[in-house]
Protein backbone atom coordinates (compact mmCIF):
# COMPACT_ATOMS: atom_id res chain seq x y z
CA UNK A 1 0.00 0.00 0.00
CA UNK A 2 1.62 3.07 -1.38
CA UNK A 3 1.09 6.25 0.67
CA UNK A 4 0.98 9.83 -0.90
CA UNK A 5 4.62 11.07 -1.39
CA UNK A 6 3.48 14.30 0.40
CA UNK A 7 3.79 11.86 3.90
CA UNK A 8 7.70 11.14 4.65
CA UNK A 9 7.94 8.41 7.21
CA UNK A 10 10.66 6.47 8.57
CA UNK A 11 11.08 3.40 10.55
CA UNK A 12 12.07 3.65 13.97
CA UNK A 13 11.70 -0.14 14.89
CA UNK A 14 12.10 -3.65 13.23
CA UNK A 15 8.76 -4.34 11.93
CA UNK A 16 6.88 -1.33 12.80
CA UNK A 17 6.43 2.44 13.72
CA UNK A 18 7.70 4.99 12.19
CA UNK A 19 8.19 9.14 12.37
CA UNK A 20 6.16 11.27 10.17
CA UNK A 21 9.03 13.73 8.69
CA UNK A 22 7.93 17.45 7.63
CA UNK A 23 4.58 17.73 8.73
CA UNK A 24 2.56 20.68 10.81
CA UNK A 25 -0.59 19.43 11.87
CA UNK A 26 -2.88 21.94 10.97
CA UNK A 27 -6.57 21.98 9.82
CA UNK A 28 -5.97 22.96 6.66
CA UNK A 29 -2.96 20.00 6.32
CA UNK A 30 -5.16 17.50 7.94
CA UNK A 31 -8.19 17.94 5.40
CA UNK A 32 -5.17 18.01 2.46
CA UNK A 33 -3.31 15.35 3.52
CA UNK A 34 -5.56 13.57 5.84
CA UNK A 35 -6.30 10.12 3.63
CA UNK A 36 -2.82 9.84 2.73
CA UNK A 37 -1.80 10.05 6.29
CA UNK A 38 -4.23 7.07 7.34
CA UNK A 39 -2.63 4.84 4.75
CA UNK A 40 0.66 5.74 6.11
CA UNK A 41 -1.14 4.76 9.44
CA UNK A 42 -1.68 1.35 8.09
CA UNK A 43 1.44 0.45 6.64
CA UNK A 44 3.26 1.30 10.21
CA UNK A 45 0.60 0.65 12.24
CA UNK A 46 2.40 3.31 15.10
CA UNK A 47 3.44 6.91 13.76
CA UNK A 48 5.17 9.69 15.52
CA UNK A 49 4.83 12.99 14.37
CA UNK A 50 6.81 15.80 16.35
CA UNK A 51 6.61 19.06 18.02
CA UNK A 52 2.95 19.91 17.27
CA UNK A 53 2.47 23.05 18.57
CA UNK A 54 -1.71 22.63 18.27
CA UNK A 55 -4.92 23.95 20.29
CA UNK A 56 -7.18 20.82 21.52
CA UNK A 57 -9.58 21.74 18.81
CA UNK A 58 -7.22 20.52 16.34
CA UNK A 59 -6.47 17.42 17.95
CA UNK A 60 -9.82 16.18 17.92
CA UNK A 61 -9.92 17.42 14.69
CA UNK A 62 -6.81 14.94 13.25
CA UNK A 63 -8.75 12.20 15.23
CA UNK A 64 -11.62 12.04 12.47
CA UNK A 65 -8.92 11.06 10.05
CA UNK A 66 -8.60 7.70 11.84
CA UNK A 67 -12.82 7.20 12.53
CA UNK A 68 -15.28 8.87 14.71
CA UNK A 69 -13.62 10.16 17.71
CA UNK A 70 -15.69 8.45 20.91
CA UNK A 71 -16.48 9.90 24.14
CA UNK A 72 -14.41 8.39 27.39
CA UNK A 73 -17.40 6.35 29.66
CA UNK A 74 -15.25 7.34 32.90
CA UNK A 75 -16.16 10.75 33.45
CA UNK A 76 -13.34 12.18 35.28
CA UNK A 77 -10.74 11.65 32.55
CA UNK A 78 -12.58 13.53 30.33
CA UNK A 79 -11.32 17.13 28.90
CA UNK A 80 -13.41 20.38 30.48
CA UNK A 81 -13.94 21.72 26.91
CA UNK A 82 -13.40 18.59 24.37
CA UNK A 83 -15.67 15.53 25.53
CA UNK A 84 -13.90 13.13 23.21
CA UNK A 85 -10.67 13.97 24.35
CA UNK A 86 -9.46 12.24 27.90
CA UNK A 87 -6.58 14.52 30.22
CA UNK A 88 -3.91 12.01 31.26
CA UNK A 89 -1.88 13.37 33.97
CA UNK A 90 0.91 11.77 36.81
CA UNK A 91 -0.40 14.32 39.07
CA UNK A 92 -3.12 14.45 42.01
CA UNK A 93 -5.85 16.31 39.56
CA UNK A 94 -9.07 17.74 41.70
CA UNK A 95 -11.71 14.90 41.59
CA UNK A 96 -9.48 12.21 40.41
CA UNK A 97 -8.71 8.81 42.21
CA UNK A 98 -4.85 8.76 42.89
CA UNK A 99 -4.75 5.50 41.26
CA UNK A 100 -5.61 7.57 37.61
CA UNK A 101 -2.45 8.86 37.64
CA UNK A 102 -1.07 5.31 36.98
CA UNK A 103 -3.76 4.99 34.29
CA UNK A 104 -2.86 2.78 31.30
CA UNK A 105 0.32 1.65 32.59
CA UNK A 106 0.76 -2.53 31.55
CA UNK A 107 0.09 -4.15 28.57
CA UNK A 108 -3.56 -3.53 27.08
CA UNK A 109 -5.48 -2.19 23.71
CA UNK A 110 -8.04 0.52 24.03
CA UNK A 111 -11.31 0.10 24.50
CA UNK A 112 -11.02 -4.16 24.25
CA UNK A 113 -13.62 -4.47 26.82
CA UNK A 114 -16.09 -2.99 24.17
CA UNK A 115 -17.98 -5.35 22.34
CA UNK A 116 -16.81 -3.08 19.31
CA UNK A 117 -13.56 -2.18 20.71
CA UNK A 118 -11.38 1.20 19.76
CA UNK A 119 -9.54 1.68 16.64
CA UNK A 120 -6.78 4.17 16.51
CA UNK A 121 -5.73 5.97 20.00
CA UNK A 122 -3.51 9.12 19.64
CA UNK A 123 -1.47 10.72 22.40
CA UNK A 124 0.10 14.70 22.72
CA UNK A 125 2.71 15.38 25.05
CA UNK A 126 1.65 18.67 26.66
CA UNK A 127 4.05 18.43 29.60
CA UNK A 128 7.01 15.95 29.49
CA UNK A 129 9.57 15.39 32.51
CA UNK A 130 13.22 15.34 30.39
CA UNK A 131 13.29 11.99 31.36
CA UNK A 132 10.88 8.81 32.17
CA UNK A 133 7.44 8.45 31.30
CA UNK A 134 8.28 6.54 27.96
CA UNK A 135 5.35 4.93 26.21
CA UNK A 136 6.00 0.97 25.36
CA UNK A 137 4.15 -0.35 21.86
CA UNK A 138 4.32 -4.07 20.80
CA UNK A 139 3.18 -5.52 17.37
CA UNK A 140 0.78 -8.33 17.65
CA UNK A 141 0.42 -8.73 14.15
CA UNK A 142 3.93 -9.36 13.26
CA UNK A 143 3.64 -11.60 16.75
CA UNK A 144 1.37 -13.85 15.38
CA UNK A 145 2.87 -14.31 11.65
CA UNK A 146 6.42 -15.09 13.29
CA UNK A 147 4.17 -18.14 15.23
CA UNK A 148 4.08 -22.01 13.43
CA UNK A 149 1.40 -22.67 11.60
CA UNK A 150 0.56 -25.44 13.55
CA UNK A 151 0.06 -22.55 16.73
CA UNK A 152 -1.33 -20.28 14.55
CA UNK A 153 -4.23 -22.90 13.47
CA UNK A 154 -4.97 -23.44 17.19
CA UNK A 155 -5.10 -20.23 17.99
CA UNK A 156 -7.38 -19.06 15.52
CA UNK A 157 -10.14 -21.56 17.44
CA UNK A 158 -9.94 -19.54 20.79
CA UNK A 159 -12.57 -17.30 22.08
CA UNK A 160 -11.58 -14.70 24.63
CA UNK A 161 -13.46 -13.56 27.87
CA UNK A 162 -13.40 -9.39 28.31
CA UNK A 163 -14.34 -6.74 30.78
CA UNK A 164 -13.33 -3.56 31.79
CA UNK A 165 -14.21 -3.85 35.41
CA UNK A 166 -12.93 -7.23 36.19
CA UNK A 167 -10.16 -8.00 38.85
CA UNK A 168 -8.56 -11.05 40.40
CA UNK A 169 -8.49 -9.04 43.44
CA UNK A 170 -11.13 -6.13 43.95
CA UNK A 171 -9.20 -4.54 47.02
CA UNK A 172 -6.09 -4.09 44.69
CA UNK A 173 -5.39 -0.24 43.75
CA UNK A 174 -5.19 -0.49 40.11
CA UNK A 175 -8.30 -2.65 40.60
CA UNK A 176 -11.01 -0.67 38.20
CA UNK A 177 -13.68 -1.83 39.90
CA UNK A 178 -12.66 0.93 42.68
CA UNK A 179 -13.07 4.07 40.54
CA UNK A 180 -15.98 3.54 38.12
CA UNK A 181 -19.37 4.04 39.30
CA UNK A 182 -22.76 1.62 39.20
CA UNK A 183 -23.97 3.75 36.07
CA UNK A 184 -20.01 3.23 34.15
CA UNK A 185 -20.84 -0.73 35.93
CA UNK A 186 -23.71 -1.59 33.81
CA UNK A 187 -22.19 0.35 30.61
CA UNK A 188 -19.32 -2.83 31.06
CA UNK A 189 -20.94 -6.10 30.45
CA UNK A 190 -18.61 -8.98 29.98
CA UNK A 191 -18.03 -9.82 26.09
CA UNK A 192 -16.04 -12.05 24.26
CA UNK A 193 -13.85 -11.51 21.39
CA UNK A 194 -11.83 -13.97 18.78
CA UNK A 195 -8.13 -14.37 19.81
CA UNK A 196 -7.29 -14.25 16.38
CA UNK A 197 -8.86 -11.48 14.33
CA UNK A 198 -8.57 -10.37 10.79
CA UNK A 199 -7.66 -6.51 9.93
CA UNK A 200 -10.80 -4.64 8.58
CA UNK A 201 -8.65 -2.60 6.70
CA UNK A 202 -5.42 -4.46 5.56
CA UNK A 203 -6.96 -8.06 5.91
CA UNK A 204 -3.99 -9.29 7.93
CA UNK A 205 -4.09 -11.84 11.04
CA UNK A 206 -3.25 -10.10 14.35
CA UNK A 207 -3.33 -11.93 18.09
CA UNK A 208 -6.27 -10.04 20.11
CA UNK A 209 -4.85 -10.59 23.56
CA UNK A 210 -3.99 -8.99 27.11
CA UNK A 211 -2.88 -9.50 30.23
CA UNK A 212 -5.55 -10.31 32.84
CA UNK A 213 -5.28 -7.56 35.12
CA UNK A 214 -4.50 -4.37 33.51
CA UNK A 215 -6.09 -6.01 29.73
CA UNK A 216 -9.67 -6.90 31.15
CA UNK A 217 -8.83 -10.45 30.29
CA UNK A 218 -10.87 -12.95 32.22
CA UNK A 219 -9.43 -15.91 30.34
CA UNK A 220 -10.19 -18.08 27.32
CA UNK A 221 -13.40 -19.21 26.87
CA UNK A 222 -13.75 -22.81 27.90
CA UNK A 223 -10.80 -23.21 29.10
CA UNK A 224 -9.15 -24.12 33.16
CA UNK A 225 -8.00 -21.23 34.70
CA UNK A 226 -4.76 -22.78 35.25
CA UNK A 227 -4.14 -23.41 31.35
CA UNK A 228 -5.51 -20.48 30.27
CA UNK A 229 -3.58 -18.16 32.43
CA UNK A 230 -0.79 -20.18 31.06
CA UNK A 231 -1.61 -19.31 27.47
CA UNK A 232 -2.28 -15.67 28.31
CA UNK A 233 1.19 -15.58 29.52
CA UNK A 234 3.01 -17.36 26.85
CA UNK A 235 1.29 -14.52 24.60
CA UNK A 236 2.17 -11.91 26.11
CA UNK A 237 5.44 -12.74 26.55
CA UNK A 238 6.02 -13.14 22.79
CA UNK A 239 4.32 -10.36 21.51
CA UNK A 240 6.02 -7.98 23.96
CA UNK A 241 9.77 -9.88 23.22
CA UNK A 242 12.55 -7.28 22.11
CA UNK A 243 12.20 -7.75 18.40
CA UNK A 244 8.12 -6.40 18.72
CA UNK A 245 8.66 -3.76 20.60
CA UNK A 246 9.22 -0.12 19.85
CA UNK A 247 9.94 2.13 23.02
CA UNK A 248 8.72 6.22 22.43
CA UNK A 249 10.83 8.72 24.47
CA UNK A 250 8.63 11.45 24.49
CA UNK A 251 9.86 15.44 23.80
CA UNK A 252 7.45 18.29 24.60
CA UNK A 253 4.23 18.18 21.87
CA UNK A 254 5.15 15.09 20.05
CA UNK A 255 1.94 13.31 18.63
CA UNK A 256 1.72 9.74 18.22
CA UNK A 257 -1.22 7.50 16.97
CA UNK A 258 -1.61 3.74 16.97
CA UNK A 259 -3.37 0.86 15.57
CA UNK A 260 -5.32 -0.84 18.29
CA UNK A 261 -6.64 -3.14 16.43
CA UNK A 262 -3.06 -5.12 15.92
CA UNK A 263 -1.10 -3.02 18.66
CA UNK A 264 -0.78 -3.12 22.20
CA UNK A 265 0.62 -0.44 24.12
CA UNK A 266 1.71 0.36 28.00
CA UNK A 267 2.84 3.68 29.67
CA UNK A 268 5.31 3.65 32.28
CA UNK A 269 4.18 6.63 34.48
CA UNK A 270 3.84 4.06 37.73
CA UNK A 271 7.89 4.47 37.45
CA UNK A 272 7.89 8.08 37.23
CA UNK A 273 8.05 9.99 40.09
CA UNK A 274 5.42 12.57 40.37
CA UNK A 275 7.79 15.86 41.19
CA UNK A 276 8.68 15.11 37.25
CA UNK A 277 4.78 16.38 35.53
CA UNK A 278 3.75 14.44 32.71
CA UNK A 279 0.56 15.54 31.12
CA UNK A 280 -1.00 14.62 27.84
CA UNK A 281 -4.38 14.52 25.75
CA UNK A 282 -6.05 11.01 24.55
CA UNK A 283 -8.19 10.41 21.95
CA UNK A 284 -9.69 7.50 20.80
CA UNK A 285 -11.76 6.35 17.68
CA UNK A 286 -14.59 3.82 17.40
CA UNK A 287 -13.72 0.97 15.56
CA UNK A 288 -15.30 -2.26 13.63
CA UNK A 289 -16.61 -5.03 15.03
CA UNK A 290 -13.83 -7.84 15.35
CA UNK A 291 -14.08 -10.04 12.24
CA UNK A 292 -12.55 -13.46 13.07
CA UNK A 293 -9.68 -15.51 11.37
CA UNK A 294 -12.11 -18.22 11.27
CA UNK A 295 -15.50 -17.77 10.23
CA UNK A 296 -16.86 -20.54 12.78
CA UNK A 297 -15.31 -18.74 15.48
CA UNK A 298 -18.11 -15.74 15.25
CA UNK A 299 -18.19 -12.35 15.99
CA UNK A 300 -17.58 -10.22 19.35
CA UNK A 301 -20.79 -10.85 21.49
CA UNK A 302 -22.06 -10.56 24.61
CA UNK A 303 -21.25 -13.11 27.16
CA UNK A 304 -23.10 -16.23 28.33
CA UNK A 305 -21.08 -16.00 31.67
CA UNK A 306 -20.58 -12.85 33.12
CA UNK A 307 -18.53 -11.92 36.19
CA UNK A 308 -20.36 -9.95 38.68
Known amino acids: MAADSAVVADRVAETFAAEVKGLDLTPEVIDELGRAIFETYLDHKVLVFRAQDISAGTFAKFGTVFGRPEEHHVLKLRHPDEPTLTYLSNQNEPGRNKEMKTSGQGWHSDY ?3 LV ?48 RWSPDREDPWARWKYIGPEERRKTPEITHPLVRRHPDTGRETLFIQPRVIGS ?17 ELIAHITSDRFVYRHKWSPLDVVVWDNRCVLHSATTKDLDEQHVRRLLRLTTAGQPVTPSLPEVGHSRLSATSAP
Open 117 to 164: PGSATMLHGLEIPQAGGDTLFADAESAFAALPEERKAYLRTLRVRHQY
Open 112 to 114: SYK
Open 217 to 233: VIGIEGMPEDESTALIE
